[in-house]
Each structure stands twice: as structure tokens, then as C-alpha cells.
């Protein structure tokens, strides 16, 4: 089955930390996004990347990096920058600009 | 700038009765496009219809209806015979046309579907 896989489900991490988040896509979709949610929040976008080795910052990029080595995989990494990084953090994909976006199971950050 | 507006916060449906939940944006693009998605609380937002500005009728899927008013700008879900696993947050979102046509989300809207 064709899917958006992101791990781990809960995360912890001690605060100074950077961490590493997965996203992976087995659709051959071109675009991929990574999105924050915070309680009674909606959507915010972090980065975004239309094609492999592209990528580009979202409304709040600050305190995040991304890579786009490969179509299928666009790992997120939470830097020490990010003043507040505990949040529910969304990856999704689509086969490009306009179509909708398909959405994996969120990973669940926490800052100790 | 677009905006997506979602004024419940909160609504309560008796199971198998329809419920409306709203959506109004802003936009100056004559081209945009929105979407509903639904979040249950497992967390992952699952895509439930579509609607383009220039599309002359209002969008379908199964139970799930949009009423779409260009004019007054609103983009209502409508969800008829609504069921207990219909209880979840549903986001309403817009799709630009600029480069990457980026999607906005609104704050969301719990639906609660009572037995």
C-alpha cells in the first residue's frame, strides 16, 4: 500500500538537542511538506520542496533545516535554535502544485 | 495575504442528523482553491473534498458536501447522516496561485456526533 510513513510516533529530547525527524513517501509524489500544529491550532508550514535537491522555507522556517536528497525522503531536523519546539509535527506530500495534500501519522515532539 | 476564518471552535450533532460546519476566506486571487480535511485524534489529517473557484458546482464526496458562495466568500462543509466516527477536528484550507501555491489552514472546528 502507498503511504506517507513518518518515526517515531513520540519523541523526546532534552532541550539543546537537535533531532531528527522522518518522513518518508511511497507515492512517486514531486512535493513534500512539513507542517507544526500546536494544541487548538491549525497548520503552520516549516519548508517545502517542489523537486529532489530544492527546497524551500515556509512561515516559519526559523530553528529548522531540511533535506531533499532522494524524491521518497525529506527528513526535518529540530535545531537547539527553536525556542519553542514541542509541538505535533505533520509531513505530507503531493504529486504537485494544486492536488491535494496527503498527510502521514504525525510525530509528537516534546522538549524536556 | 489569504485567510481562512473558522468561527466554531466547538459544535454537537445527534448521530445521523446533517451539520454545517463554516468557512469563510480571503483572498484577492481570481484562481484558488479549498480544501476540508478531518483529523481524528489519532492525529492524521485525512483529505475529504475539493473545491476550484471556477468550478460551476459544488463539490461531493459520499456524505460530504461543500456549499460553495464565491460571492460571500464562504466554503461550507456540509456532512449529512453524521455518524460516531465523524467525530474528529475538521480544518477548511485554501490553495493560492503563487509559486508553489502554498495551503493555508484554518483553527479547525471539533465536531462532536452525540449517540
Known amino acids: 500500500d502507498g503511504g506517507i510513513t513518518q518515526s517515531p510516533k513520540y519523541l523526546f529530547r532534552k532541550e539543546g538537542q537537535n533531532v531528527t525527524l522522518s518522513c518518508e513517501q511511497n507515492?512517486?509524489?514531486?512535493?513534500m511538506y512539513w507542517y507544526r500544529q500546536d494544541p487548538g491550532q491549525g497548520l503552520r508550514l516549516i519548508y517545502y520542496s517542489q523537486i529532489v535537491n530544492d527546497f524551500q522555507k515556509g512561515d516559519i522556517a526559523e530553528g529548522y533545516s531540511v533535506s531533499r536528497e532522494k524524491k521518497e525522503s525529506f527528513p526535518l531536523t529540530v535545531t537547539s535554535a527553536q525556542k519553542n519546539p514541542t509541538a505535533f509535527y505533520l509531513c505530507?506530500?503531493?504529486?504537485?502544485?494544486?492536488?491535494?495534500?496527503?498527510f502521514g501519522p504525525g510525530t509528537r515532539l516534546t522538549v524536556l | 495575504a489569504q485567510k481562512i476564518t473558522q468561527t466554531q471552535p466547538g459544535m454537537f450533532v445527534q448521530e445521523k442528523e446533517a451539520v454545517t460546519l463554516d468557512c469563510t476566506y480571503d483572498?484577492?486571487?481570481?484562481?484558488?482553491?479549498l480544501f476540508w480535511y478531518k483529523q481524528p485524534s489519532s492525529g492524521e489529517m485525512i483529505f475529504l473534498i475539493y473545491q476550484g473557484s471556477y468550478d460551476q458546482q459544488n463539490a461531493t464526496e459520499g456524505r460530504y458536501s461543500l456549499n460553495f458562495q464565491k460571492a460571500r466568500k464562504s466554503a461550507n462543509l456540509v456532512i449529512s447522516a453524521s455518524q460516531l466516527g465523524d467525530s474528529a477536528m475538521y480544518f477548511c484550507?485554501?490553495?493560492?496561485?503563487?509559486?508553489?501555491?502554498?495551503?493555508?489552514f484554518g483553527t479547525g472546528t471539533k465536531l462532536q456526533v452525540i449517540p
Open positions: 505530507a506530500s503531493s504529486r504537485g502544485r494544486g492536488n491535494e495534500q496527503f
Open positions: 484550507a485554501m490553495r493560492d496561485t503563487g509559486g508553489y501555491q502554498k495551503v493555508t
Open positions: 507515492l512517486n509524489h514531486d512535493a
Open positions: 483572498t484577492s486571487d481570481p484562481s484558488y482553491g
